[in-house]
Antibody
Framework: DVQLLESGGGLVQPGGSLRLSCAAS????????MSWVRQDPGKGLDWVSA????????YYADSVKGRFTISRDNSKNTLYLQMSSLRAEDTAVYYC??????????????WGQGALVTVSS | EIVLTQSPDALSLSPGERATLSCRAS???????LAWYQQKPGQAPRLLIY???SRATGIPDRFSGSGSGTDFTLTISRLEREDFAVYYC????????FGQGTKVEIK
């Protein structure tokens, strides 16, 4: 069974940094696009970033470009999101999502349970 | 960037009734690259439909998707209690944004 387990969430001050991890199992990790999607508590879904299977291409929402960096370690079956210069509006549950294929177009066929990031002083 | 507008924002129905949810795109979505997701309170989203009309693995046949171009529909033929949730549409070609969601609540 596919499993995605996020970790690294927590409380961070504005301007601070945090790194999220997503440990994947149950599929050949390097064969699929992986992505981060966030959700303000009580609000809708907001795509954040994506990375292809070989790490050759990365994509970012305008709202996080230049502040967030997505990466993956295929030897560890782990996806990362390095977040810096955090703002209050980055407060959300961050979901790790598996893409349906190695490249575009892809939909999200499996999701992790999410990691809560709170940016507050 | 394709903007998606879902309607209605909320739908109050009784178990056994039919639910019809709409997703309208600001520009045509190529090759019917549209997905629908279901999210229950406190849970992660779950894929229901991809390719506008193909059900994901394990999704009951009371869920069906249709549409093309800019207008898409998710239909739940007979609501069961576990179907009361929020539903999101998403194009997955060149765009990644989600619709704002439609909440299906128990009347």
């Amino acid at each position: 069974d596919v499993q995605l387990l996020e970790s690294g969430g927590g409380l961070v001050q504005p301007g601070g940094s945090l790194r999220l991890s997503c440990a994947a199992s149950g599929f050949t990790f390097s064969n699929y696009v992986m992505s981060w999607v966030r959700q303000d508590p009580g609000k809708g879904l907001d795509w954040v970033s994506a990375i292809d299977g070989s790490s050759s291409s990365t994509y970012y929402a305008d709202s996080v470009k230049g502040r967030f960096t997505i990466s993956r370690d295929n030897s560890k079956n782990t996806l990362y999101l390095q977040m810096s210069s955090l703002r209050a509006e980055d407060t959300a549950v961050y979901y790790c999502a598996k893409g349906s294929r190695a490249g575009t177009p892809y939909y999200f066929d499996f999701w992790g349970q999410g990691a809560l990031v709170t940016v507050s002083s | 960037e394709i903007v998606l507008t879902q309607s209605p924002d909320a739908l109050s129905l009784s178990p056994g009734e039919r639910a019809t949810l709409s997703c309208r795109a600001s520009q045509s979505i190529s090759s019917r690259y549209l997905a629908w997701y279901q999210q229950k309170p406190g849970q992660a989203p779950r894929l229901l439909i991809y390719g506008a009309s193909s059900r994901a693995t394990g999704i009951p046949d009371r869920f069906s998707g249709s549409g093309s171009g800019t207008d898409f529909t998710l239909t739940i033929s007979r609501l069961e209690r576990e179907d009361f949730a929020v539903y999101y549409c998403q194009p997955y070609g060149d765009s990644r944004g989600f619709g704002q969601g439609t909440k299906v609540e128990i009347k």
